[in-house]
């Protein structure tokens, strides 16, 4: 399967404190793509990182992928109880379809 | 701009009923997604439309879902009969290019 796995599957960190969630993939990509749920809700997209990317950042996120070890990290700065919500990467299949494949998420809590 | 659209957003039938959920996307994408999302886990790709052909089913449990793009606009997704294991919520996402997937709120399907 070239679902990715989010690790850890749960987080809980204090407000202001820095939260991150690693995913790593099975197979070739093209991009790699994080994106945030909130209960209840649709996904929203947060970022992309080319495979040709090391970094990438975007506000309080960054984002570092490793294709060697097929792995990803979405650091967040500077958490907010705001902040808290389900936090999934995506891969494509490296085949140019822009079919993405959801890992399990990472379940991030931000304590007031 | 306006989101994707999805409707209804809940819906509870008893096994072996029949349901269709109804998507019509940001206008102007080509492509369109539906992804079942089982509670806890991460949105898993049914198919894949791009303009009303299909680009992706393989993940498509065909003897009893079902999904069409008629005019390359919204899209029905239909299950008949459903099963326990159906209750989940469906997931309808379009993008306009290879990269960000726009997704609606979702449809939450129970079988009881």
């Known amino acids: 399967s070239q679902q990715g796995e989010e690790d850890p599957q749960a987080l809980s960190i204090q407000e202001g404190e820095n939260a991150t969630m690693n995913c790593s993939y099975k197979?070739?990509?093209?991009?790699l793509q994080w994106y945030r749920q909130n209960s209840g809700r649709g996904l929203v997209h947060l970022i992309l990182?080319?495979?040709?990317?090391r970094e990438k950042h975007s506000g309080r996120l960054r984002v570092t992928l490793d294709t060697s070890k097929k792995s990803s990290s979405l650091l967040i700065t500077a958490s907010r109880a705001a902040d808290t919500a389900s936090y999934f990467c995506?891969?494509?299949?490296?085949?140019?379809?822009?079919?993405?494949?959801f890992g399990t998420g990472t379940r991030l809590t931000v304590i007031p | 701009e306006a989101g994707v659209a999805q409707s209804p957003r809940y819906k509870i039938i008893e096994k072996r009923q029949s349901v269709a959920f109804w998507c019509n996307p940001i206008?102007?994408?080509?492509?369109l997604y539906w992804y079942q999302q089982i509670l806890g886990q991460g949105p898993k790709l049914l198919i894949q439309?791009?303009?009303?052909?299909?680009?992706?089913d393989s993940q498509l449990p065909k003897d009893r879902f079902s999904a069409e793009r008629l005019k390359g606009v919204d899209s029905t997704l239909k299950i008949q009969p459903a099963k326990l294991e159906d209750s989940a919520v469906y997931l309808c996402?379009?993008?306009?290019?290879?990269?960000?997937?726009?997704f609606g709120e979702g449809s939450r399907l129970t079988v009881l």
């Open positions: 996402a379009s993008s306009g290019g290879p990269g960000e997937l726009f």
């Open positions: 197979t070739s990509i093209n991009n």
């Open positions: 990182i080319r495979s040709n990317e």
């Open positions: 995506a891969t494509d299949a490296g085949t140019g379809a822009n079919n993405l494949f």
């Open positions: 206008s102007g994408h080509a492509t």
């Open positions: 439309f791009q303009n009303n052909g299909v680009v992706d």
